[in-house]
Every structure is written in structure tokens, then in C-alpha cells.
């Protein structure tokens, strides 16, 4: 059973999640089929990729699948943190058209991706603190260079919604649109001026500008300590009692 849908036309790919039944959570197999479809568009000479979910849905992308989630288990090793690592090294643009809420994973999703066209519908919440996983320190630096660090730390303090306009005040959405709107201004407004500029010189700028973006500096000793400090909290009593009291919420 697929999870997510391909489709190919006038040089524009279209990664559709398909998985509303588990909130588009990303599991193992989803995280492939995205991978395979990249591939694909890539092959196919794209010169952009969209990722969407169904029209209407109530969640975007939920972020990471919770079933498969361990107690001890390090999440920067998680094949969905490959996914955007990969999203940020292609030499084409990556453009999520966005509806719904989007969480956790989900959101991290937008953060790498390269363009954000959201409907008045969204909203966007980062729950990670609400179990007490340490998000990757590539993760927070690129977080800061985006939305700036009061904002960052409001996202990540409270595990609250905020709006899409908010959203798009602090950089997070590059337009806010109707939700009729949603698809002809991303497929018929964003894409075609992508497709009149030239590839190479597109290749080259997300290039520079994801370098730029991620140079950062952290000594040995920084290193470490934060390695014991995301140690600390994966194997502590207060994650595997979050995460259990979540799973049977999910269950239930």
C-alpha cells in the first residue's frame, strides 16, 4: 500500500502525502517513498519539487510516526533527519503548499525546505519539548537564521499552535493564501517564475545560501556537553513516561 502519490508535469513534481488515516505521520516506509519520488523527479530532469497533502486535510504532517519512536534511542540517527538533509543539498527548489496543522516533523519539514505557500487554514507547532526530545543542534541554527530567537524560544517553550499569519510574520511561510487559492498560486503563480529563471543559477544560489545558513561554530567541549545533555533526556524517566502517556493517547 503506497503511502504518498507522484505525479510529473511541465517539469514540476508533485510528492503528495497520502496517509491521512496516521495524520501523514512520517514512518520508515513513508520517509522512503519520499526519497524514491526525489529521486524519480530528479531523474525525470524536474526543475522543482512540491510537497503537498489531500485537499482539506485536517493535518499537513503530523511529523515523525510515534510508533516507531524508542526510549534510548537517539533521534539525530532517524532516517526522517536524513530526508531533510537531503532536501537541503538538491540543486532544485523544494516548495511545500501547506493546509492544515502541521507538527513537530512536519514543521521541521518547512523549516528545510525552500518555499512555504500556506493557506489561512494553517497553523504550525514544534510538541518535541512536550516529550522532552533534544532536537539536532543543526536543527536550532538553522531555526534562529529563519524566525530569529525570541520566536524560537516561544515556539519551543509553550509546544503551542500559532497562526498562519504568525507564521508568516516570523519567516517561517513565504505566502499566506485562501484555501481555493492554495494550488493555482503555488502550481500557477510560484512555480512558472522558478521555471523562467535559469537552473544553474538556482542550483548555485540554494547552494551558497544553505552554506552560508549553516556555518556555525562549536569547539569539542561544546559538542559533548550537549551529547550528554540529549543522553540525559533520551534515557531519562520523564521521556519514557511522556512518550508511553502519548502512545496510549494515540491508541486510545
Known amino acids: 500500500m503506497h503511502l504518498t502519490r507522484f505525479t510529473l508535469s511541465d517539469a514540476i513534481a508533485v510528492v503528495t502525502f497520502d496517509r491521512d488515516d496516521k495524520l501523514n505521520a512520517f514512518n520508515t516506509a513513508m520517509t522512503a517513498e519520499v526519497n524514491g519520488h526525489i529521486d524519480a523527479a530528479l531523474a525525470a530532469g524536474a526543475r522543482g519539487i512540491v510537497l503537498r497533502a489531500n485537499p482539506g486535510v485536517r493535518v499537513w504532517c503530523a511529523g515523525r510516526d510515534l510508533a516507531e519512536l524508542r526510549p534510548g534511542v537517539d533521534p539525530g540517527d532517524d532516517p526522517m533527519l536524513k530526508l531533510f538533509e537531503k532536501i537541503t543539498e538538491l540543486p532544485i ?98 512555480a512558472p517564475r522558478i521555471l523562467a529563471c535559469s537552473a544553474d543559477g538556482i542550483a548555485n544560489t540554494k547552494y551558497q545560501l544553505n552554506l552560508l545558513a549553516r556555518r556555525f561554530y562549536l569547539t569539542a567541549d561544546d559538542r559533548d556537553a550537549i551529547a550528554a545533555h540529549r543522553r540525559a533526556l533520551l534515557d531519562g524517566e520523564d521521556f519514557r513516561t511522556r512518550l508511553a502517556a502519548l502512545l496510549a493517547q494515540v491508541k486510545g
Open 93 to 190: 527548489p523544494v516548495i511545500n503548499m501547506v493546509e492544515g496543522a502541521v507538527y513537530g516533523g512536519g514543521l521541521m519539514l518547512n523549516m528545510v525546505s525552500d518555499i512555504v505557500i500556506a493557506s489561512t487554514t494553517a497553523t504550525v507547532a514544534m510538541t518535541a519539548n512536550k516529550l522532552g526530545i533534544p532536537l539536532p543542534t543543526e536543527t536550532y541554527a538553522y531555526w534562529l537564521r529563519v524566525m530569529g530567537i525570541h520566536k524560537v524560544k516561544e515556539l519551543l517553550f509553550t509546544a503551542g499552535n500559532i497562526s498562519a499569519q504568525d507564521a508568516h510574520t516570523a519567516g517561517i511561510f513565504n505566502h499566506v493564501v485562501e484555501p481555493d487559492d492554495l494550488e493555482s498560486y503555488t502550481l500557477g503563480v510560484i
